[in-house]
């Protein structure tokens, strides 16, 4: 059997762990025998046999899931054209998942400004905050390194490598290689982080 792991968040239970992270509350005993914990499971401290907030756990991942982990860890989502309009087929709204929803979420997440959505203030991209800047040589490489943080940040990437940020006029535009969470590396490719 395969596994990933999980962060314990506060408040948590395994049934609520299970949902958020399988899939289905009816896991939890999954998570419970492969971490070998005993009740009450979670707590604010730790204690032998019990997770505290904030630890991290071992989740099975059975063959099925792992045939199938590689699109459904990536999720659905509507799909946005370049410009961030929803898409329709005229009757409804298309979808998008697997890693392209992976690639989408990640060309949003790097053109929102961070603390600029009022319930979600830390989703976004600090590279907004270089518009005006005058150091032209430091620009994109600062941009680079905010677009990195950025990236990271969702919790479908494990890690971004070949991250490289060009500036064009008054335009950024990365290219970078993905390493997600399951499957394969993806590449990603953004024009108009800044423009």
Known sequence: MAWRSATVKYGDTLQRLALRELGSAERWPDIALLNGLIPPYCA????????????TLLLPIYQADALAAADDVFLTDLQL??????????????????VANLRQALAVRVVVPKRSLLFHPDYGCWAFTLIGSVNRNALAQLAGFYIQAALLEDPRVQSVANLTPTLIND??????????VS???????RAGVLG
């Open 81 to 98: 054209d370049e410009n961030g309009f929803l898409h329709s087929d005229g009757e409804d709204l298309l979808t998008v998942s697997g």
């Open 183 to 189: 499957g394969e590396a993806v590449a990603f490719q």
């Open 171 to 180: 335009s950024i535009t990365v290219q970078a290689q993905i390493v997600p």
């Open 44 to 55: 604010e401290l730790a204690d032998n046999g019990v997770a505290a907030y904030g630890d």
